[in-house]
């Protein structure tokens, strides 16, 4: 009769639970679902899962070292635990940032936020010599096995890399882009920023990335691209100094070996598409998986 009668208690609640549920409460379990699902497919793609996985080891730790009454040990695991806000923070920084980054990129009323009056028409002028230069100069590189790294900043700015290097301001073309990365030049071992379809600065320090799955044959060109491209939606250009490869960096993916036509491609697939963020990444599918060898 106990059983019954809890059982009846819960079912009870239970349906008391259900009944009292209004509009509201529907949307808050709606969206709290909606971020849970998001953070998991947000987990799956970085290594915040190993992270977690981690953690969950940690808490089944605790749980051990309390049943078994190991005080020290658990006084330990227990301050831990006290400061886990302040350690996820630290030890999450660069996910949160590129979540951060990521709520920023939110379509706005054009204009609100736009550093440039020119017509979308205008723009779209600039981008294609832009991409024409860009190519024209990558084939040249390429053949005389010159090193380049090229930054193509599109919606987060890259103001604090700019100041790393030199400001020029100029419409490309190949033989600029060529000069900067002649060898020896001032300006041949940093990056080159184009911003708004033009030559904004050479001569800048990207962040090398932290990924340890990158293959040691990749030099430090190839993981500053990498860390530039998992710190910002910049799309990132590198011509080998070794083989002579074209290399294409983005969202934390690398794309090696590519010929100019399929840059020429992601170009403008990226650049000159009508909400070119979702058709460059949606339509190509281009970017899936780590390292496309």
């Known amino acids: 009769m106990d059983t ?3 059982l009846d208690d819960f079912w009870g609640k239970f349906a008391g639970t259900v009944k ?3 509009p509201v409460d529907i949307i808050d379990m709606l969206v709290v679902a909606y971020i849970v699902y ?5 987990l799956k793609e970085t290594r915040a899962a190993q992270l977690v996985k981690g953690l969950v080891i ?6 051990l070292v309390s049943v078994a009454q190991m005080q020290t040990v658990r006084f330990i695991m ?4 006290d400061n886990a806000l302040i350690l996820l923070v630290v030890v999450f920084q660069p996910e949160l940032r590129r979540a951060l980054e990521q709520i920023g990129r939110s379509k706005l009323p054009v204009g ?15 981008w294609q010599n832009a991409i024409a230069s860009i190519c024209e100069a990558a084939s040249s590189l390429s053949r005389t096995q010159t090193g380049a790294l090229m930054v193509i900043e599109q919606q987060v700015k890259l103001g604090d890399i700019i100041k790393t290097g030199t400001i020029i301001d100029s419409d490309p073309s190949m033989e600029l882009i060529g000069n900067i990365f002649f060898p020896n030049s001032p300006l041949h071992d940093g990056a080159m920023i184009i911003r708004d379809g033009r030559l904004y600065a050479a001569g800048c320090f990207l962040p ?8 040691k044959q990749l030099g430090t060109r190839h993981r500053a691209a990498l860390g530039m491209s998992e710190n910002s939606d910049s799309l990132v250009i590198v011509v080998s100094e070794e083989t002579g490869y074209i290399t294409v960096a983005r969202n934390g993916a690398l794309n090696i070996n590519l010929s100019i036509d399929q840059l020429r491609k992601i170009l403008e697939d990226l650049l000159l598409k009508e909400d070119k963020e979702e058709k460059g990444d949606k339509k190509s599918g281009f970017w899936k998986g ?3 060898k």
Not at 38 to 42: E, G, T, V
Not at 58 to 63: E, K, P, S
Request: aromatic share 12%; hydrophobic share 35%; net charge neutral.
């Open 208 to 215: 090398l990335s932290t990924n340890y799955e990158i293959s």
């Open 38 to 42: 998001k953070l998991i497919h947000h």
């Open 290 to 292: 780590k390292n496309n």
């Open 58 to 63: 940690y808490f089944g730790a605790f749980l």
């Open 20 to 22: 009292g549920i209004g």
């Open 78 to 81: 227990q301050y831990l635990l």
């Open 4 to 6: 019954v009668s809890t």
């Open 112 to 126: 609100l936020f736009s550093g440039h009056p020119d017509s979308e028409e205008a723009m779209r002028l600039k």
